[in-house]
Nanobody
Framework: QVQLVQSGGGLVPPGGSLRLSCVASEHTLSAMGWFRQAPGKEREFVAAIDWSGRNIAYEAVVKGRFTISRNNDENTVYLQMNSLKPEDTAVYYC??????????????????WGQGTQVTVSS
């Protein structure tokens, strides 16, 4: 089973930028995505991308600020986060599953997850 290892994250002031990375342990043709979970809240969808990179979906509040991309040669998916806001503070998780991008917006118990990384937006 493929494993996902995340890197990036940290503390950034409002308006700042961060890039998260997620490396898969083996080559995958599956769609990959990012979710986040803030304290006391449910895990929510952020963005997803298919193998080709041509099909991408974003949660409405991050669209225009966040960009998801992937490098299949390096088995890596990225989340570039710009214009960060305090409400973006959360633990961010990458994931992968054999579903199309739209269906990836709703996670399932069988999905494969990274270990999570904290993003804190604060002055």
């Amino acid at each position: 089973q493929v494993q996902l290892v995340q890197s990036g994250g940290g503390l950034v002031p409002p308006g700042g930028s961060l890039r998260l990375s997620c490396v898969a342990s083996e080559h995958t043709l599956s769609a990959m995505g990012w979710f986040r979970q803030a304290p006391g809240k449910e895990r929510e969808f952020v963005a997803a991308i298919d193998w080709s990179g041509r099909n991408i979906a974003y949660e409405a509040v991050v669209k225009g600020r966040f960009t998801i991309s992937r490098n299949n040669d390096e088995n890596t998916v990225y989340l570039q986060m710009n214009s960060l806001k305090p409400e973006d503070t959360a633990v961010y998780y990458c994931m992968t599953a054999d579903r199309d991008v739209v269906k990836l917006m709703f996670f399932q118990p069988s999905d494969i997850w990274g270990q999570g990384t904290q993003v804190t937006v604060s002055s």
